[in-house]
């Protein structure tokens, strides 16, 4: 895998601008496009004393996507900056950006990663393997977006059972809501303390993804999906690792030092 450059993390009390990672030029550039663009939802939200930084998606305006390597040369891209200026070498302003699903020792999805149609790993129903860590938290599941626009958080299970082919799509684990109810593997006052990812789907179009900017337990990261931010069916993407972007900004409460290469990106790009 190439060396990549991660995203410099997002303190409490501080946010830290990504701009110093572009060039003066491409700066005014990005800055001179950003009134014309469609700002997104992004804002800071408390929950139980811990702050979350919350970015909700209209995919009818918000054309997601999902990111693994470099179609022309093969390479993973590992990091959001490498998707951004990948991006940009080709026309596009990055606007969004989150990891996806967790991954294996190899660096490859470990379960369903779905990109443009194209199932490139397929749907993972192995059960019961230590070495998959969080994964294996069941029931994991699936964030899929389909074809027509709508999206859809699912069990593992029950994405197989639905039988859908989706355009875009991440298997992760574990499920932190399903139908309303936290996930029965969580306990209340576990003291497996992380700083977490998350995405849920409100409406067939509203998609929420949220990070900790301080480590929380499992329990508590599924009563801010449900309690705060109203939704049914949500599932954790990853942990330490976990950022957000939001046009030129990263989020993430995480050390630089535990920010790890991605196997998959979300993204939002518009044209720049």
Known sequence: MRATTPLPPRTRNARRPLRWLLPPLLVAGVLGCTPAARALDSTEQTFQGQNYRVVRLDLKHDRLSLHWRDPQSGQPFGSIETLRQWGEAHGQRLLFAANAGIYDRQLAPLGLHVENGKTVVPLNLAHGNPASGNFSLLPNGVFAVYPDGHAEVRTSADFKADGKSARWATQSGPM?????????????????????????????????????????????FGQLFRDRLGCRDALYLDGSISQLYVDGEGYSGAPAFLVKPYAGIFAVFVAR
Do not use: M, Y
Not at 184 to 200: E, I, M
Not at 212 to 217: D, H, R
């Open 176 to 220: 932190l809501l399903i139908d309303g109810k936290l996930n029965r593997q969580f306990v209340d006052d576990s003291a497996s303390l992380k700083w977490r990812s998350g995405v849920c789907v409100k409406t067939p179009t509203e998609v929420v993804f949220a990070v900790s900017e301080a480590p929380v337990n499992f329990h508590t």
